[in-house]
């Protein structure tokens, strides 16, 4: 079985916002998945790429604010 991953070893994260910004991002992110359905394929799928999504935006914020890469 073959699959798609949710981030490749490849792609690249995009220039993330400020911190501020990537934040606040990513509480929103956080309560628009918190409602979803645990027991639904779709709803996790769902979440699971909105938060991969959010947590390396953050990191990159986080990192850039430190100087580091």
């Known amino acids: 079985m073959s699959y798609d991953p949710l981030h490749g ?8 916002a400020s911190l501020e910004v990537e934040i606040a991002v990513t509480r929103r992110i ?3 998945t918190a ?8 709803d996790m799928r769902t979440a699971a790429f909105a938060l ?15 100087g580091a890469s």
């Open 9 to 16: 070893l490849d792609d690249v994260t995009p220039a993330p």
């Open 30 to 32: 956080l309560d628009e």
């Open 35 to 42: 409602g979803l359905n645990i027991h639904s394929g779709d």
């Open 52 to 66: 991969n999504a959010r947590v390396r935006s953050l990191l990159a914020a986080v990192e850039a604010e430190r």
